[in-house]
């Protein structure tokens, strides 16, 4: 699929990303300071990727210009990958995956994507049904962080977990009925960290295959949880802290 990624920052992080599938960056004449202008023509002759300075009138023309842009874009083309053949190849040892039940905000997957590959995980899993397409609006949120992350799409998330767990992985879901509470909780070692839908949360199913349940602690609030995007950044940041305290 080949989604528009416009603006500077966003550029910037997928010519860092070494994305395969970046086109030639095309910029609007004036539109960035000497020091951007450079920063940005460096780091994509670095990563091999052609530019283009176009006068205003002809960048807002060009048939690639996302909608509001004024000042680069690049087009990503993306491929998610089918089924888990290609993640069971990879080496199970310490390596965190993050598998999303109901997702279907693609504001919130973006956020999700940006936090994952923040504390250093690139693999996620989620659903063909009832589950967030990748957009314009996904790398968006992600700022970026989409062209770091891979994307897996499978036909059942139980069979996947499935999956998983045969090959040595142990699956921690998220709930508020959970017992166990987040703060604490050793999450080191190969994990898949499921996150469900808002409101409704995981699936009877998918909840039924994990090995474990945590849940997020909180102070008395007139709110009963926390945005699952929010969520996923604090049970990643615990993920990283139990990883971290293990070395």
């Not at 040892?93 to 940006?114: E, F, V």
């Not at 703060?183 to 949360?201: F, Q, R």
Request: include cysteine; proline fraction near 4%.
């Amino acid at each position: 699929m080949r989604l528009s990624v416009d603006g500077l920052s966003r550029v910037l992080e997928c010519l860092a990303a070494g994305a395969g599938g970046l086109g030639a960056v095309v910029i609007c004449e004036g539109a960035l300071s000497r020091e951007e202008l450079q920063r940005l023509e460096g780091q994509a002759q670095h990563a091999k990727v052609p530019t283009q300075v176009l006068p205003r009138d002809r960048f807002l023309a060009h048939p690639a210009c996302p909608a509001g842009c004024r000042s680069t874009f690049a087009l990503l083309d993306y491929e998610e990958t089918e089924g888990l053949d290609d993640l069971l190849e990879l080496p199970v040892a310490n390596r965190g995956i993050l598998a999303l039940d109901g997702i279907t905000d693609p504001g919130n997957l973006g956020a999700m994507i940006r936090s994952a590959v923040w504390f250093g995980i690139t693999d996620l899993i989620l659903p063909k049904n009832n589950a967030a397409a990748l957009n314009e609006a996904v790398l968006l949120r992600s700022a970026g962080a989409l062209a770091h992350a891979r994307i897996y799409r499978v036909n059942n998330l139980v069979r996947a977990l499935e999956q998983l767990k045969e090959a040595g992985y142990w699956i921690l879901g998220t709930s508020l009925g959970a017992k166990e509470e987040l703060a604490g909780a050793d999450l080191s070692g190969p994990l898949v960290m499921v996150i469900g839908s808002e409101g409704k949360g995981m699936r009877r199913l998918v909840e039924q295959s994990c090995d474990r349940l945590v849940k997020l602690g909180a102070p008395q609030s007139p709110i009963g949880s926390l945005n699952a995007s929010a969520f996923t950044a604090v049970l990643l940041y615990q993920r990283w802290l139990s990883c971290a305290g293990k070395k």
